[in-house]
């Protein structure tokens, strides 16, 4: 199997929990270091990795193949740029970048130099969504009528981490927490026709949006994704409305609080929902109760990887497009338009 150098941006939360463990477990990858400009502790966690101390320097390295954008969204064009520009495949964390102009700026650079380009949208190998995927896709609901998808939390505490809480390019939960459901709709439905939006800011000092419920609007169905930080009591973070039935599924992916707490992707436990965490399916050959448990397959954020070595190593299609980065962008946009002038809007 060929082996893929590859160097980080930012050797944070991002780069410590979500990339590094799959990249060290995946025999098709070699983890080669990160940029870090002011703690060096990659080596620590990672022996043998190499700190950049710049950019340049890292880019510079003609054994990198691979270059995983993780920083802040605000700089993701630009670093993606130069790293396309530089001869590197490229995995960028999301959102993608600030809005769609730039994600159309990417696409054609990555097919001008014949380089892959990724985003990681993580989530459709969360064990929920694989579950939710799998029921629409069996088709036991039916005509899907109306959906729900949310990804909402209690937390009203400013984030300590600046470029979250600062105006500008890139900050907001439209554009932190937003493209996990926008993705996991477009997925599950495609492009709407038009999006209807209301963003707001609902915390106490808070400068940038923190609420959010887009519409999207189809033909024949209506999909809300919504994103905030006041939902204190758990709630059906999916729930399915179909001429045949009804799917209810909390948000209880175990991966990231697995990979937090040091547990390897390999380990005989990892990604698996704990118990009574199944879905709630409802249909007319349900038994006397109305409803039976749905169980989610297995969390596999490592299937992401197989897809994205495939991608390079063999010229396969990339496990998340830069088309369908660009499309979770368009999404964007055409919400904001539509908050600010309180009308559905076009994508």
């Known amino acids: 199997m060929a082996t893929i150098k590859t160097a980080l941006l930012s050797f944070g939360m991002s780069g410590r929990v979500f990339h590094a463990p799959f990249l060290n477990a995946h025999p098709g990858f070699e983890l080669a270091g990160s940029w870090e400009r002011s703690q060096q502790v990659i080596g620590q966690y990672h022996p043998g990795t190499t700190s950049y101390n710049s950019l340049e320097e890292l880019l510079g390295d003609?054994?990198?193949?691979?270059?995983?954008?993780?920083?802040?969204?605000?700089?993701?064009?630009?670093?993606?740029?130069?790293?396309?520009?530089?001869?590197?495949?490229?995995?960028?964390?999301?959102?993608?970048?600030?809005?769609?102009?730039?994600?159309?700026?990417?696409?054609?650079?990555?097919?001008?130099?014949?380089?892959?380009?990724?985003?990681?949208?993580?989530?459709?190998?969360?064990?929920?969504?694989?579950?939710?995927?799998?029921?629409?896709?069996?088709?036991?609901?039916?005509?899907?009528?109306?959906?729900?998808?949310a990804f909402v939390r209690y937390n009203p505490e400013l984030s300590p981490k600046a470029h979250k809480e600062t105006p500008g390019p890139g900050a907001g939960i439209v554009?932190?927490?937003?493209?996990?459901?926008i993705d996991q709709a477009l997925v599950l439905f495609g492009m709407p026709e038009a999006v209807f939006a209301d963003i707001g800011i609902t915390r106490q000092g808070s400068a940038v949006d923190d609420y959010f419920d887009i519409l999207l609007r189809y033909p024949d169905q209506r999909v809300h994704v919504k994103g905030g930080y006041f939902f204190r009591q758990p709630v059906p973070d999916y729930a399915l409305f179909g001429k045949l039935g009804a799917?209810?599924?909390?948000?209880?992916?175990?991966?990231?609080?697995?990979?937090?707490?040091?547990?390897?992707?390999?380990?005989?436990?990892?990604?698996?929902?704990?118990?009574?965490?199944?879905?709630?399916?409802?249909?007319?050959?349900?038994?006397?109760?109305?409803?039976?448990?749905?169980?989610?397959?297995?969390?596999?954020?490592?299937?992401?990887?197989?897809?994205?070595?495939?991608?390079?190593?063999?010229?396969?299609?990339?496990?998340?497009?830069?088309?369908?980065?660009?499309?979770v962008m368009e999404i964007i946009d055409a919400a904001f338009r539509s908050n600010e002038t309180g009308r559905l809007t076009s994508v």
């Open 247 to 327: 799917f209810l599924k909390t948000r209880s992916d175990v991966q990231e609080a697995q990979l937090d707490s040091g547990m390897m992707p390999d380990d005989p436990g990892y990604g698996r929902e704990p118990d009574g965490a199944a879905g709630q399916l409802f249909t007319d050959d349900t038994d006397r109760t109305g409803r039976r448990e749905v169980p989610s397959p297995r969390g596999d954020y490592m299937a992401f990887f197989d897809a994205l070595h495939r991608a390079i190593a063999q010229d396969g299609i990339e496990p998340v497009t830069a088309s369908d980065g660009l499309w």
């Open 175 to 181: 554009r932190d927490l937003g493209p996990h459901v």
């Open 62 to 149: 003609p054994t990198i193949e691979l270059v995983v954008v993780n920083t802040p969204t605000a700089t993701h064009y630009e670093y993606a740029r130069q790293a396309l520009e530089h001869g590197k495949h490229v995995l960028v964390e999301k959102a993608f970048t600030t809005d769609a102009a730039e994600a159309a700026a990417l696409l054609d650079l990555a097919q001008n130099a014949d380089r892959k380009l990724a985003v990681f949208q993580n989530r459709r190998w969360d064990s929920d969504f694989l579950a939710v995927r799998d029921v629409v896709q069996r088709g036991v609901l039916g005509d899907i009528v109306e959906a729900n998808l």
